[in-house]
């Protein structure tokens, strides 16, 4: 059944750039009241003043300054409706050879900043009988080289969906998990522009695993779950067939399949992340530093009213 967005209030970690920004952009012109979470405080103080919303600096993996955020969302609208937990990073490098700390903060950011976002909002979602959509991806389904952190993270974070709309389900709580594969995001653009070897695996894959989807098709996807409460959201659609064929995905012959072009992909991959020198792409924000954390004296919810 379909809900109208009109009045109800979203918040969205993430919402700085990318698909958090499209889609709260597509959310506020449906009538939503926005709260806008991410690390970007100019970026989010500028669109907040587009939307009329009200917009929050706030690391998901600290829980202080989750709750401030959501606290503050409260005290704004007096309630939360609908949570888009979209937040997330991915690190350069593979395991054996990748900065430990980089690919460790992916995981933190991907899956445990799910979970505390979840955490803080799930008791305004009972309260509201919301809707919570969590972003996986593509690869909760299948395993690509260069990417263990991630596809670790996003296997995680489809599972984790799955038990959380068991354990609210009788609160009238929905809980949908999103799997897009390739999305044109600075998080995509920054990969392919470090790293010419990932941009050529990409090539050799075939759809939806080596296509590109728009933000703003993406966006679209992600507004009709939130009116429509969906279960599981496939961007483009036909990454459904990957989720229906995951057991192949994971099979040796499958394996076997990609092996064969990871032998030149993996170790062309790693010498480009060495001469990179870095474990983000460049448009990945850092942490937020201890002064703009909740628990410093000033911390506001920062608002702008239609």
Known sequence: MQRSLSGQVVLVTGAARGIGEHTARLAAARGAKLALVGLEPDRLEALAGELGAVWFACDVT???SLAAAVEGTVAAYGRIDAVLANAGVASRGTIATGDVAALVRTVEVNLVGVMRTAAACLPHLI????????VASAASFAALPGMAPYCASKAGVEH???????EVAHHGVAVGTAHPSWIDTDLVRDAQDDLPAFRETLRRLPPPMGSTTSVQRCAERFVDALERRRRK???????????????FLSSRLAELVMR????TSVPAMEEQVRSLA?????????????????????????????
């Open 62 to 64: 600290d829980q202080a």
């Open 127 to 134: 309260a509201s009988r919301g809707y919570l959509l969590i």
């Open 160 to 166: 984790f969906g799955n038990a959380v709309r068991l």
């Open 233 to 247: 959201v496939f961007v483009p659609r036909s990454v459904a067939l990957m989720y229906w064929l995951r057991t």
């Open 260 to 263: 064969r072009q990871a032998r």
């Open 278 to 306: 870095r474990g983000f792409g460049a448009h990945t924000a850092p942490p937020l530093p201890a002064a703009q954390l909740p628990d410093e004296p000033g911390f506001i919810a920062h608002r702008y009213h239609r």
